[in-house]
């Protein structure tokens, strides 16, 4: 029961009416999809992005200096070292893997 002032200034009980308020889904939202939702996205992203260019840079400002590469020398005729051979020498018989050991 709610309670109302009556003409004369005192508290009276009033019934509480039942009161039901049909809407359908459009009008129950509290906001509409559409445009501002789309805006709220986009500058979401912008700003992300914007945020994430800043970092790249000031992670590159901070980076250390990393030293020049050594020259190549004046003997350019040396044959380059061999990579990724696979050494086929058989192993010699004596000799045990032990576990735990490190060679």
Do not use: F
């Not at 002032?5 to 509290?30: C, F, H, M, Y």
């Amino acid at each position: 029961m709610s309670r109302q002032i009556d003409s004369d200034g005192k508290l009276k009980d009033a019934p509480v009416i039942d009161r039901t308020v049909e809407r359908n889904a459009t009008q129950a939202r509290q906001g509409q999809r559409g445009r501002p939702v789309l805006w709220v996205l986009v500058a979401g992203l912008v700003l992300a992005l914007v945020a994430w260019g800043v970092t790249e840079i000031y992670g590159v400002a901070i980076a250390p200096q990393q030293p020049d590469p050594p020259a190549a020398s004046a003997d350019s005729d040396a044959e380059p070292p061999a990579q990724n051979t696979i050494d086929a020498t058989p192993a010699p018989d004596d000799i045990q893997p032990q576990r735990g050991v490190s060679p």
